[in-house]
């Protein structure tokens, strides 16, 4: 008789990360890993290190020591870049593509076929059908972000990295994000998200991971993490970062 045993894949793995700027680690030899499936909330305060790490994975800094590995393939591999979307902190969109030239684009480089459909499905939820044809020049920052994030989802990439995805956003856009890390996670993606806004997380994260001075000084479930905290489980998850990173 033959047993299939289901094993969840390691989308993400980060052994050793180093980034120096001159003298100082603004990453400081981290380790971690992302299964399959899985959604991380990245919390930590002003400077942590948190942007860079994600960076570095995604390959927009180059890392000064460690390895990254994303579904098995070296992060900086095409292999391994058909696998990822990143959505910036900052959004970054070309100047003169209009909001649909950008998806197209994005389309093409990923192979995309059906790709208009899906992108109207987008426009509608982040109130840019009627924006279709405005240069990324023209957009506010809070449009831009909304294009960078339809950019994202477009090729229903296996894992994403959210940079502070909610920057600049208003109420309803802030609201339909959460509901696409919910559909996301269903769907089996892998997410790590960096925010401050600590309730877009809490609900959905199976695990948390806090950053402080280039180090991660927590990374696990949110129960275990409070089973650990001494204001045991009654504490918010605000209470739980507030102590964790609270200077000595």
Request: charged residues 25%; proline residues 3%; contains cysteine.
């Amino acid at each position: 008789m033959l047993f299939l045993v289901s094993i969840k894949k390691k989308m993400l793995e980060v052994n050793g990360l180093i980034k120096k700027y001159d003298k100082q680690n603004a990453v400081n030899n981290i380790t971690f890993s992302l299964q399959g499936g899985e959604v991380v909330g990245l919390l930590g305060p002003n400077g942590a290190g948190k942007s860079t790490t994600m960076k570095c994975i995604v390959g927009l800094l180059r890392k000064t020591a460690g390895e990254v590995s994303i579904g098995g393939h070296d992060h900086l591999s095409v292999e391994a870049k058909k696998l990822f979307s990143y959505i910036p902190e900052t959004p970054n969109i070309y100047d003169l593509l209009t909001v649909r030239e950008h998806m197209q684009f994005i389309a093409q480089a990923y192979g995309v076929k059906d790709w208009k459909e899906r992108a109207e499905v987008y426009f509608e939820m982040y109130d840019l059908a009627d924006k279709q044809d405005k240069l990324g020049r023209d957009l506010s920052k809070g449009m831009k972000q909304k294009v960078s994030i339809c950019c994202a989802l477009l090729p229903d990439p296996r894992i994403l990295f959210f940079d502070e995805p909610m920057i600049g956003l208003d109420p309803k856009a802030i609201k339909n994000t959460k509901k696409i890390f919910k559909t996301l996670k269903e769907e089996g993606k892998t997410i790590l998200v960096s925010t401050h806004l600590m309730e877009s997380v809490e609900a959905i994260a199976d695990r948390i991971m806090i950053m402080k001075e280039g180090n991660i000084i927590g990374n696990d479930t949110l129960s275990n993490l409070k089973a650990n905290f001494n204001g045991g489980n009654d504490s918010t998850l605000e209470d739980l970062f507030l102590e964790l990173t609270k200077d000595e």
